[in-house]
């Protein structure tokens, strides 16, 4: 018998190694967790909290920025604009993106390879790009007004870029794929059983869609929802080659701020105003999809 056993009983060094074990465990855990906790504390929190810092102060603690932000109109109607254009594209995208990803998750592996690669490639192409190459589809001289033109269907260039359809058309082509890939992933994962079942019972496919694999689906399309909106709140790209003057959104002021007036305390602070809105609206966001149902649970 050891020093350990002599001096403690069996169930109690029964505990004591136990409880040795899991402090063990949490420190692995905790050296597991470092690096990631340090990444996010230089990329992320350090970023925000000198964006805050420089909107409040110049160099002593002032409201100023804020103030002018909302004393002049056209600042919040182009912060109303932003959320405006981004729900639109949002809900776009859900209309086109929800029966794409209801093809991939009900289709043949064969045609369900080749949409997938579909929907992955433009990851492979940069977001300028892909404008570009709409400016020159969708210009007055471009592919598609001399298609009509040559087909007969018009007699003179359609106003296609320029305004609110340009933009519409190159933000939801570049974020149709963050709408289809999670929604898609939650319907792959519904059982096909439930739907056999109640088709077995006698319900019709239209039941069998809208009370079965449409309500299972919703947290893929709250996913989807929520990275569509959060990446459209802060385009910028797109808007300003594709859109015209009543299409501004607040990421092209900032940047106007940042590059042309070097006025980084008036851009943090509109900065600041567009994360606080979009974190007030979170809540609304939790409150119908959840981030449990998102997650899976």
Known sequence: MNSYEKRFGEPELISLTSKALQRRA??????????PLLVLLTLYAYPISRMLLLSLFDPEFTMKNYIHF?????????????????????????????????LLSTTSSRIKNLLMIMVILPFFTAFLVRTYAWMVILGRT????????????????????????????????????????????????????LMKAAENLGATPFRVFFHIFLPLSLPGVGGGSLLVFIIGLGFFITPALLGGISDVMISMFIETQVNQLLNWGFASAMAVILLAVTLLIFPIYNRFFGMGKFMGR
């Open 142 to 193: 471009g592919v598609l007004n001399q298609l009509l033109i040559n087909w007969g269907f018009i007699s003179s260039p359609l106003k296609l870029m320029h305004n609110l359809f340009g933009v519409y058309v190159g933000m939801v082509q570049i974020l149709l794929p963050f709408m289809i890939l999670p929604t898609y992933s939650v319907m792959a994962g519904i059982n096909k059983d």
């Open 26 to 35: 949490k420190t692995k855990w905790l050296l597991l967790l470092a690096l």
């Open 70 to 102: 909302f004393k002049i109109s056209s600042y919040s109607y182009v912060l109303v604009n932003t959320f405006k254009m981004s729900i639109s594209v949002t809900v776009i995208c859900l209309l086109l993106g929800y029966p794409i990803a209801y």
